[in-house]
């Protein structure tokens, strides 16, 4: 079965420092990867995905993602973090066969002027 | 393309009562899925159908949940007999055939009193 594991529960930085939120998944075949964003009492809007090929995607918002096969990881950057950035993000795995995503527990970002 | 649209936004009632949540999909998305989100989690996988076909259920439906989607196009959730732990925001999400990106709506929260 699949799972997602987003270790940091809370992560604090300073704006216009860098940022990196981790993502590691589980699952026995090639995964298909995503990062959404959820702004408090809103839904969740696409940053980037991982099908194949490049191993680094770029996303919406100045946002980029690196897929390791090695360490089953799927990690989330950004150089310079906005104040507009604090959110609450997650990490999502979705199997080649089944339709449903597996979302990770969400890594809430707070960003200080 | 006006993205996912879910009805009503925010929902509260007594237990004991039935609620009916509507989502209506990106046009022409074929797929269409519901989760569940409760406080500092991430969505949960409830049911997927593909056009009026209902063909995932996860076993977190239990027998007082019911979704259709009669025409193909928007959707139903409907709980019956809500109970307090039913309270949590239900998140409505399409894809189009061929595409494993899920788009999301706003979600419709529910508190039960």
Excluded at chain 1, 1 to 14: G, N
Excluded at chain 1, 30 to 56: A, E, I, M, R
Excluded at chain 2, 33 to 49: A, D, K, M, S, V
Excluded at chain 2, 64 to 83: C, D, N, Y
């Amino acid at each position: 079965a699949q799972s997602v594991t987003q270790p940091d529960i809370h992560i604090t930085v300073s704006e216009g420092a860098s940022l990196e939120l981790r993502c590691n998944y589980s699952y026995g075949a090639t995964p298909y990867l995503f990062w959404y964003v959820q702004s408090p009492g809103q839904g969740l809007q696409l940053l980037l995905k991982y099908f194949s090929g490049d191993t680094l995607v770029q996303g919406i918002k100045g946002f980029e993602a690196e897929f390791k096969r090695s360490q089953s990881s799927f990690n989330l950057r950004k150089p310079s973090v906005h104040w507009s950035d604090a959110a609450e993000y997650f990490c999502a795995v979705g199997a080649n066969y089944g339709q449903n995503f597996v979302f990770g527990p969400g890594t809430r970002l707070s960003v200080l002027p | 393309d006006t993205g996912v649209s879910q009805n009503p936004r925010h929902k509260i009632t007594k237990r004991g009562q039935n609620v009916t949540f509507r989502c209506d999909p990106i046009s022409e998305h074929n797929r269409l899925y519901w989760y569940r989100q409760t406080l500092g989690q991430g969505p949960e996988f409830l049911t997927y159908f593909q056009n009026e076909a209902q063909l995932e259920k996860s076993r977190l439906l239990s027998d007082r949940f019911s979704a259709e989607r009669p025409k193909g196009s928007f959707s139903t959730l409907e709980i019956q007999r809500t109970e307090q732990g039913d309270s949590a925001m239900y998140l409505c999400a399409s894809s189009s055939m061929g595409n494993r990106t899920q788009y999301f709506g706003p979600g419709t929260r529910l508190l039960v009193l």
